[in-house]
């Protein structure tokens, strides 16, 4: 018997933008409209075709028994619309999908839920929604109101419930389905970061007990560390399918395109609002020609030229810098920069500059998320991707090693060692 439980053949789903819903029609004009529905069709081909969009575009994939397939892309590449049709709550308008096994959609935390009711009794109403029994739902209940943490509030209205209370335990009677397929979209980033690490931990249970898992996900580290296997969708169609490590450096390296100058000369062009205008963006070496590559040892300056509109403005910049796995490295500010860290800016142009001293970065891609914030708490506002800049392997930093492989960990700072021999003796043995 093949291991094969779900087989997704040359799928693909067109929808229908910029139509208006029509009014409610009469049993007449209904009887009408069907019989020339057909004519209608065939003259309106060419309008239909001009208005259509295809979510999915002729996806083919096999997922086997017990694997764990994380699912990427960007906004709009077609995941959840995947995951709708893996979950049967629409149809592809061409192609297949064989599924072989119960499926469990996680689509939407807290699907059922009534405000009214208590947290028990959301339990039983969100339990049989997600297609588990009764007896099924008695029987977990206690493993479910533990995971949840919300033992002390089960018998109060859930719309008394705090938001984090209400995702946690919608979450929770998830998590316990027992599909032998299941489909998971974007909901575990919920709950704090304790909570999130629960609920990482259950999916890794679920896939280590043989259920088939598909995952969608924007965060990368949980994808690579639950799924043995990834696929990613760009604009509808199947970019890669492989090893999870190959498919999201794939994905990254064509998500964060190298950015390392942003140049914007007129006001009214530049990105901003009514504060704050932004002249140009940089990121160069630090020392020597700035059209140098970046390399772990290389000091790194990055520049930005902006415009404060409003007087009396107390601003300062803030930087947060990611790896290409959306980690953040570590975040900066001007807090030492006495003469104006704290101070009234009048309108104007201004720089501001940041040094990254070198042997910090290890090699990679990095992103730079900039925030122009005032009195140090309120932004006024944020690029989430101002720059983005390739750090090179340096042959300083190897030494007489003979392993060549990249240096695990985010950041490779330079540390100074110190070895020396302590007992000049004869070894034992020898």
């Not at 504060?275 to 160069?284: D, K, L, P, T």
Request: aromatic letters at 10%; glycine letters at 10%.
């Amino acid at each position: 018997m093949s291991d094969v439980v779900v087989r997704v053949d040359k799928i693909s789903k067109r929808y229908r933008i910029g139509e208006k819903q029509e009014p409610y029609k009469t049993f007449r004009e209904a009887i009408v409209q069907t019989v020339r529905a057909p004519f209608r069709r065939l003259s309106a081909k060419h309008d239909d075709l001009s208005n259509t969009f295809w979510a999915l575009n002729d996806v083919s994939f096999e997922v086997k028994r017990g694997e764990v397939l994380g699912i990427i892309g960007r906004n709009g590449a077609g995941k959840s619309t995947l995951l709708k049709i893996l979950s049967r709550i629409t149809e592809p308008t061409t192609g297949a999908v064989y599924l072989k096994g119960r499926v469990g959609a996680l689509l939407e935390v807290g699907t059922g839920f009534h405000p009214e009711l208590t947290g028990r009794e959301n339990i039983y109403l969100s339990g049989t929604i997600l297609g588990m029994t009764r007896a099924e739902v008695a029987r977990k209940f206690d493993e479910i109101v533990d995971f949840a943490g919300v033992e002390q509030f089960i018998d109060t209205p859930v719309k008394r419930y705090s938001s984090g209370m209400g995702l946690r335990l919608g979450f929770a009677v998830a998590a316990h389905l027992e599909p032998e397929i299941l489909v998971v979209d974007e909901v575990l980033a919920v709950g704090d970061a304790e909570f999130q690490k629960k609920c990482l931990g259950k999916m890794s249970e679920v896939a280590g007990q043989g259920r088939t898992v598909l995952f969608v996900s924007h965060n990368m580290a949980a994808v690579k560390s639950l799924c043995s296997r990834a696929l990613c969708l760009y604009q509808g169609n199947v970019k890669e399918i492989g090893e999870t490590g190959s498919v999201i450096s794939g994905y990254l390296n064509g998500s964060l395109a190298t950015l390392t100058e942003q140049k914007f000369e007129a006001m009214e062009d530049a990105l901003g609002n009514d504060r704050i205008r932004i002249r140009s963006m940089r990121v160069v070496p630090a020392e020597g020609d700035p059209l140098e590559p970046i390399t772990m040892i290389t000091p790194v300056r990055l520049e930005f030229e902006y415009w404060n509109l409003r007087p009396n403005t107390r601003l300062n910049l803030s930087l947060h810098i990611y790896t290409q796995d959306n980690i953040m490295a570590f975040s900066t500010a001007p807090v030492h920069d006495t003469e104006w860290m704290g101070k009234a800016y009048s309108n104007g142009l201004y720089q501001s500059a940041c040094t990254i001293p070198g042997y910090v970065f290890n090699s990679g891609t990095y992103r730079v998320e900039v925030l122009f914030v005032e009195n140090t708490a309120y932004i006024l506002y944020a690029i989430n991707t101002a720059l983005v800049f390739d750090v090179g392997e340096a042959p300083e930093t190897r030494g007489v090693s003979t392993w060549f492989g990249q240096w695990p960990g985010i950041l490779h700072p330079r540390t100074e060692w110190e070895t020396a021999r302590i007992d000049t003796g004869e070894l034992i043995g020898k």
